[in-house]
C-alpha cells in the first residue's frame, strides 16, 4: 500500500514483497504508456492547448469577478438574473483556468484529471447553454461559444480515453 512516498507493506513475506514489486513494476508500466500516448498526441500541442485554455478562463474569470456590470453589459447575450451570477461564473472560470494552467506546466502527470475535469466541465457547461438555447431563454447567436466548449472537450475526452486504454492495456500484460 502506498501512503505519500511512503510503501507500507499489507503483509509479511515473500508473497507480500512479490505482490509489491509486480505492482511498482505494473505502476512503472501505467507510467511509461500514460508518458507515450502523451507523447503521441504530442506534449506540445496538449500544453499549449492547456495554456490557451487556461489563459481564456482566467481572463474571463478576473473581468467577470472585478467587473461584473461591465462584463454583464457588454459580453452575454442575455442578461443574468443579478451580477452574482456573472461573479459565480468567474470563480468557475478561474478554477479552470488554474486546472488548465498546471496542467500546462506537466502534461504527463496532470492528464488524467485534467480530461475528466475538462470533459465535465466544459460538456456541463455548454449543454446548460444550449439547453437555455432550445428552451427559449437564450438566443441563437449564443451557439458559437458552446459550439467551442463541445470541440474542445472532445478533445480533452479523447485523449483521457486514449490514456485509459493505455492503462488497462499496461496492467493486462504480464
Given at each position: 500500500?502506498k501512503?505519500g512516498?511512503?510503501?507500507?507493506?499489507?503483509?509479511?513475506g515473500p508473497?507480500?514483497?512479490?505482490?509489491?514489486?509486480g505492482?511498482r513494476?505494473?505502476?512503472?508500466?501505467t507510467t511509461?504508456?500514460?508518458?507515450?500516448?502523451?507523447?503521441?498526441?504530442?506534449?506540445?500541442?496538449?500544453?499549449?492547448?492547456?495554456l490557451?485554455?487556461?489563459?481564456?478562463h482566467?481572463?474571463?474569470?478576473?473581468?467577470?469577478?472585478?467587473?461584473?456590470?461591465?462584463f454583464?453589459?457588454s459580453?452575454p447575450?442575455?442578461?443574468?438574473l443579478h451580477?452574482?451570477q456573472?461573479?459565480?461564473?468567474?470563480?468557475?472560470?478561474l478554477s479552470?483556468?488554474?486546472?488548465f494552467?498546471v496542467?500546462?506546466?506537466?502534461?504527463?502527470?496532470?492528464l488524467?484529471?485534467?480530461?475528466?475535469?475538462g470533459?465535465?466541465?466544459?460538456?456541463?457547461?455548454?449543454?446548460?447553454?444550449v439547453?437555455?438555447?432550445?428552451?427559449g431563454?437564450?438566443?441563437?447567436?449564443d451557439?458559437?461559444?458552446p459550439?467551442?466548449?463541445?470541440l474542445?472537450?472532445?478533445?480533452?475526452?479523447?485523449?483521457?480515453v486514449?490514456?485509459?486504454r493505455?492503462?488497462?492495456?499496461?496492467?493486462?500484460?504480464?
Amino acid at each position: 500500500m502506498k501512503l505519500g512516498r511512503f510503501d507500507l507493506p499489507l503483509a509479511a513475506g515473500p508473497a507480500a514483497e512479490r505482490r509489491s514489486v509486480g505492482r511498482r513494476e505494473a505502476a512503472s508500466e501505467t507510467t511509461h504508456f500514460q508518458k507515450e500516448l502523451v507523447a503521441q498526441v504530442s506534449q506540445h500541442h496538449l500544453k499549449r492547448l492547456f495554456l490557451a485554455a487556461g489563459l481564456v478562463h482566467g481572463m474571463i474569470g478576473v473581468v467577470a469577478l472585478f467587473s461584473p456590470r461591465w462584463f454583464f453589459a457588454s459580453v452575454p447575450f442575455w442578461p443574468p438574473l443579478h451580477v452574482g451570477q456573472i461573479q459565480i461564473a468567474a470563480v468557475f472560470d478561474l478554477s479552470l483556468a488554474a486546472l488548465f494552467l498546471v496542467a500546462a506546466r506537466d502534461v504527463p502527470r496532470f492528464l488524467p484529471i485534467t480530461s475528466l475535469v475538462g470533459v465535465v466541465a466544459e460538456w456541463g457547461h455548454a449543454a446548460v447553454r444550449v439547453g437555455h438555447i432550445v428552451l427559449g431563454g437564450n438566443p441563437a447567436r449564443d451557439l458559437f461559444l458552446p459550439a467551442l466548449m463541445f470541440l474542445f472537450g472532445a478533445v480533452l475526452c479523447a485523449v483521457g480515453v486514449g490514456q485509459l486504454r493505455a492503462r488497462v492495456a499496461a496492467r493486462r500484460t504480464p
